[in-house]
Antibody, heavy 118, light 111 residues
Framework: QVQLVQSAPEVKKPGASVKVSCKAS????????IYWLRQAPGQGLEWMGR????????DYAQKFQGRVTLTRDTSINTAYMELSSLRSDDTALFYC???????????WGKGTTVTVSS | QSALTQPASVSGSPGQSITISCTGTSSDAGGYKFVSWYQQHPGEAPKLMIY???NRPSGVSNRFSGSKSGNTASLNISGLQAEDAADYYCSSYTGSTTPVVFGGGTKLTVL
């Protein structure tokens, strides 16, 4: 079945970077956008950015511009989100989701917890 | 502060109907027919419940329906069931360099 499998939880120190993977199965990655969202503990969903896996084009939320990089490796059907200069308030659950150009996200990964702590 | 405004909480008794509102502007929810609603149970990933204002994905109960008037979209849940208790988020396409915006979420309690 169609699913997105995300990488394992991460624990990072402030100032470090984290790279989260999102492997698509049951469909070809290049046929849909991949969206990335952040959900801080007890908070709502926050859009971070999206990538068109077909050509690698990206859009980023202004809040994360300069700190987030979205990439993909079509040979292994996997998308990546790298967040740099981590701060304690980046501690959150990060989701990838398959989506349309107009933002309909129909398949979600289970999320990857990133904990930032000294 | 979220781009779309939702009530923090709503509640209803089993069998009743509830409505969750989602208010934006003409640059997002009011300007496009691309409003989606997501349901999120504790500890789970969000699930798409409504897209394009009023369309249900396959497998979503017809107790869930969506509509829009002006800048405000609404999610209606009829015949409330205990399993409907969850957080609900609306989102809208914007056509800008920030293509998607979300509401802050609404916690539905089934009494």
């Amino acid at each position: 079945q169609v699913q997105l499998v995300q990488s394992a939880p991460e624990v990072k120190k402030p100032g470090a970077s984290v790279k989260v993977s999102c492997k698509a199965s049951g469909y070809t990655l290049t046929t849909n956008y991949i969206y990335w969202l952040r959900q801080a503990p007890g908070q709502g969903l926050e859009w971070m950015g999206r990538i068109n896996p077909n050509n690698g084009a990206t859009d980023y939320a202004q809040k994360f511009q300069g700190r987030v990089t979205l990439t993909r490796d079509t040979s292994i059907n996997t998308a990546y989100m790298e967040l740099s200069s981590l701060r304690s308030d980046d501690t959150a659950l990060f989701y990838c989701a398959r989506g349309s150009y107009r933002g309909i996200m129909d398949v979600w990964g289970k999320g990857t917890t990133v904990t930032v702590s000294s | 502060q979220s781009a779309l405004t939702q009530p923090a909480s709503v509640s209803g008794s089993p069998g009743q109907s509830i409505t969750i509102s989602c208010t934006g502007t003409s640059s997002d929810a009011g300007g496009y027919k691309f409003v989606s609603w997501y349901q999120q149970h504790p500890g789970e990933a969000p699930k798409l419940m409504i897209y394009d204002v009023s369309n249900r994905p396959s497998g979503v109960s017809n107790r869930f329906s969506g509509s829009k008037s002006g800048n405000t979209a609404s999610l209606n849940i009829s015949g409330l069931q205990a399993e409907d208790a969850a957080d609900y988020y609306c989102s809208s396409y914007t056509g800008s360099t920030t293509p998607v915006v979300f509401g802050g979420g609404t916690k539905l309690t089934v009494l």
